[in-house]
């Protein structure tokens, strides 16, 4: 299963999810692409979208997208903030819906 992590997000947070392909946002050369294209582009090459961004499931329709949303919800994008929820995303992956959004919060 391939992970695709939103441009706000530490690229260490990766190292949370050991078993999977996990790329940034940045690293596939996507950085600046608004929401739209960004999820039309990570359906051609990633199983899940990673994001903080709480409006994300509200501004895109997400079931046109062959790609699962996973929206973090913590009290900054840090990495300390983010870090405790890698637990609970380890266990939704397995069952996360391609064209629909998943949150998590503490």
Partial sequence: MKLL???CIDRK??????GYEVKTVPQMGW???KNGQLLALAESEFDV??????NLSFQQNLPQ?????????APSNRLADLKPLAPAVLA?????????AA???K
């Fill in 5 to 7: 992590l939103d441009e």
């Fill in 13 to 18: 947070l990766a190292r949370e999810f050991p």
């Fill in 31 to 33: 950085a600046g692409i």
């Fill in 49 to 54: 979208f990673i994001t903080v961004d709480r």
């Fill in 65 to 73: 997208f062959n790609v699962a949303v996973v929206v973090l919800q």
């Fill in 92 to 100: 939704i992956l397995p069952t996360a819906v391609k064209g629909q």
């Fill in 103 to 105: 949150t998590i919060s």
